[in-house]
């Protein structure tokens, strides 16, 4: 193969997909990302056996064929050669030595560089998928359900169904959740869409970071379901991963029905409080204790025999005396999620499941279990 590229066009293609290449892979057939020739453009596809990302790029294409280039060789020459704007030459060798070559294809500069990578057949990555199967999808409205719920998943649990984003449809609404056993985020909304996956399926963390990446910035994309993977089309750019088999806890039995009281804060005035708190609070649940009075609530936290922090709210409050106590790191999470200038939160007891509420988002909430005081 060989073929004429923008220098700038090329970098973004590669960093799109070298994200999911582990760096533990550097000497594997997995460190390496595929490109083929078509017609006018090349493809540029990368995996780690879980997920499979492909992109594509206007080229001028002089030979069709197809290679394999180690991935972070191929970004660092691109970072650190000073190639001019104009193009960049790729000539990969078509005598089976796996070579590919690199210059300036206006030769402004006097920079050769040649890299060995592996046979592309090696690489197994996206297989053409069927325009039929493909469905719409609100990019613009599920980046943002995304975001609202993502923190919230655990990241390396023994209970694999923890470690992913949960999405499920019906014909008139989409409903995103996320729990890691301790607290949950859900949030839906009302969207006529034909999307399969009204049993739902569970998303990996990791393929999550990287939809997000396509779809925050645009406004409609394409989605399917196959076998036990999940599809997605952007722009040009494509993704296909494997999804966690099992079965996602019942999260709505988690979130109380009722609440016996309600407490409005400002959002902004209680991060600035959380922060304070955290400083003091101790290693390594960060617990934060809140006590609720008639019209006040006192916030406290800390270390024992070092450090304690109490700070007082005026607050709407008519209850009796409750103290309750929440890890600190979910309540900064937390407020990433809230859009409104305030929330709620909502309680009965200080062992019950708490509530938050964005006041401008009916659709979202979020549930904390309580920490042992």
């Known amino acids: 193969m060989k073929f004429h590229v923008i220098t700038s066009d090329f970098q973004k293609a590669i960093s799109s997909v070298e994200g999911i290449i582990s760096i533990r892979e550097i000497k594997s057939a997995l460190s390496n990302i595929k490109i083929e020739t078509t017609e006018d453009k090349i493809l540029l596809s990368a995996t780690d056996l879980e997920i499979s990302i492909r992109t594509s790029v206007p080229a001028k294409i002089l030979s069709e064929g197809k290679g394999s280039v180690p991935a972070k060789q191929l970004s660092n020459i691109l970072r650190l050669v000073n190639f001019p704007e104009t193009s960049v030459e790729i000539v990969g060798d078509s005598e089976g030595t796996e070579q590919t070559l690199i210059k300036d294809a206006q030769e402004k500069i006097d920079f050769k560089m040649t890299i060995n990578g592996i046979s592309s057949d090696e690489l197994k990555t996206i297989d053409k998928v069927n325009n039929d199967i493909k469905k719409e999808i609100p990019c613009f409205t599920l980046a943002n359900m995304i ?41 839906e909304r009302e969207i006529q869409n034909d999307l399969p996956f009204e049993k739902g399926v569970i998303i990996p963390h990791k393929a999550i970071r990287e939809i997000l990446k396509l779809i925050e910035t645009h406004d409609s994309g394409k989605m399917s379901l196959l076998d036990n993977q999940i599809y997605l089309e952007v722009n040009g750019s494509e993704l296909l991963c494997k999804l966690i088999d099992g079965n996602y806890p019942d999260y709505e039995a988690v979130i109380p029905k009722e609440t016996k009281y309600v407490v409005r804060l400002n959002k902004e005035n209680f991060n600035v409080v959380l922060k304070q708190a955290l400083i003091a609070a101790q290693e390594p649940n960060k617990q934060i204790r809140f006590g609720f009075s008639k019209g006040n609530l006192n916030i406290n936290s800390s270390t024992p025999g070092t450090t304690e922090v109490s700070i007082n709210i005026p607050v709407e409050y008519e209850g009796e005396d409750l103290l309750i106590a929440l890890k600190g790191e979910y309540l900064t999470d937390l407020l990433k999620s809230i859009d409104d200038t305030d929330f709620d939160m909502r309680f009965s007891s200080p062992n019950a499941p708490v509530i938050f509420k964005d006041p401008s988002d009916e659709k979202f909430i979020s549930v904390m279990m309580p920490m042992k005081l």
């Open 147 to 187: 975001k609202k719920t993502y923190s919230f998943i655990a990241v390396e649990d023994t209970r694999y169904v923890f470690n992913g984003l949960f999405l499920k449809t019906t014909p008139e609404k989409i409903i995103v959740a996320g729990t890691d056993g301790r607290r949950l985020a859900k949030i």
